[in-house]
């Protein structure tokens, strides 16, 4: 079990809070003296009122959407995933952004984003004259092809 710090920098602000004891996340919650209505296509930084401290460079806190929120409602981390850093001390806050086309509320102490703990491999970046081939190779985006697994054989569908 590792420890992480935590304190409350507002009035109302909440503990992370797992669901259920196998959640991999831990819940985050609007810390707020009042609603906060986020329009369409509009981001709203929301905080949650808390500042943590986690026990050292191995370890990172990153943000992500609660999937009833970005599936049913369309709201999502405006940066997709949040990162804590080991260093940082600040108020953790969450960017929503709302991807619908309905207004949505936010409420002081509504669930806001899930929050995993995770490990982060510190690494050295060397610069070298060439790097090692590969199967891959410099093929980007899309060069691997459609997945025949997942989606079959594609043949005689008029995509040709």
């Known amino acids: 079990m590792i420890t ?69 409602q369309g709201i999502v981390p405006a940066n997709c995933v949040g990162v804590v850093d080991s260093d940082y001390r600040g108020e953790v806050c969450v960017g929503l952004h709302n991807l619908s086309d309905k207004p949505f509320t936010v409420e002081p102490g509504d669930r806001i984003a899930q929050m995993v703990i995770a490990p982060v491999q510190q690494v050295e970046f060397v610069p070298c004259e060439s790097l090692e081939d590969s199967q891959r190779g410099t093929g980007g985006f899309g060069s691997t092809g459609i997945n025949e697994t997942l989606y079959g054989n594609r043949e005689g569908l008029g995509n040709e």
Do not use: E, M, N, W
């Open 4 to 72: 992480i710090q935590f304190t409350a920098l507002r009035d109302g602000a909440k503990a992370p809070k797992q669901a259920t004891p196998g959640s991999a996340g831990y819940d985050l919650f609007a810390c707020l003296q009042a609603p906060v209505t986020i329009l369409p296509s509009q981001t709203q930084l929301i905080p949650t009122g808390l500042a943590i401290q986690l026990p050292g460079a191995h370890l990172a806190a990153f943000l992500y959407a609660r999937s009833g929120l970005a599936i049913k």
